[in-house]
């Protein structure tokens, strides 16, 4: 069955560091995929989506996010982490049988120490 | 532009008791959903639809009524709540409601089922 995967449930990183967070899914065809951010107490904001062409996404707050095909990844980065980015991250890709509806992961929560 | 917008923000029911929750956008999207957030479950989708006029179910549907009233309008009631139930709930909405296509959340209601 089609998946998308955060393997860690939760990260700290100090304020200044360098973030990643890892996303796989399984499927055979390139697929279409997203990461999500949850701040406190708020709903969901995109923050980048991979459709086709260029593997090196560049989103919104200074995320990027690069496809890899050969590792069925496509995972998050940040060069340095700020304390606003506390918040929740989900990666999500459409439902190959119904692409009305979006497979998530299970996200990953992210701490940053000051 | 207010995005999407759900009320209420919070609320508490005892068992067996009915609510509406209700869901609004303005950015004249097609389609809209509901989620509910449980920790360590991620987001699972209960009900969609996809234009006007049309409802389908989504993974977990059970316990949940929906009506799409207008464009604009989307609500989600539950007929007799259960503790299982007690869970965040966010609305989101997108332009076309292709898997490929962004969708827009709204802040979330809390529901606490006693």
């Known amino acids: 069955a089609q998946s998308v995967t955060q393997p860690d449930i939760h990260i700290t990183v100090s304020e200044g560091a360098s973030l990643e967070l890892r996303c796989n899914y399984s499927y055979g065809a390139t697929p279409y995929l997203f990461w999500y951010v949850q701040s406190p107490g708020q709903g969901l904001q995109l923050l980048l989506k991979y459709f086709s062409g260029d593997t090196l996404v560049q989103g919104i707050k200074g995320f990027e996010a690069e496809f890899k095909r050969s590792q069925s990844s496509f995972n998050l980065r940040k060069p340095s982490v700020h304390w606003s980015d506390a918040a929740e991250y989900f990666c999500?890709?459409?439902?190959?049988?119904?692409?009305?509806?979006?497979?998530w992961g299970l996200g990953t929560s992210l701490a940053v120490n000051p | 532009n207010a995005g999407v917008t759900q009320t209420p923000k919070f609320q508490v029911l005892k068992t067996g008791q009915s609510m509406t929750l209700q869901c609004a956008q303005d950015?004249?999207?097609?389609?809209m959903y509901w989620y509910r957030q449980d920790p360590g479950m991620g987001l699972r989708l209960i009900y969609y639809s996809a234009s006007e006029g049309t409802t389908d179910k989504g993974e977990v549907p059970n316990g949940y009524n929906v009506s799409r009233l207008n464009k604009r309008e989307f609500s989600l009631r539950l007929e007799s709540a259960a503790p299982s139930q007690t869970s965040v709930y966010f609305c989101a909405s997108s332009a076309d409601g292709t898997g490929t296509d962004t969708q827009y959340f709204g802040p979330g209601t809390r529901l606490t089922v006693l």
């Open positions: 999500a890709a459409p439902n190959a049988g119904n692409n009305r509806k979006l497979i």
């Open positions: 950015m004249n999207h097609n389609s």
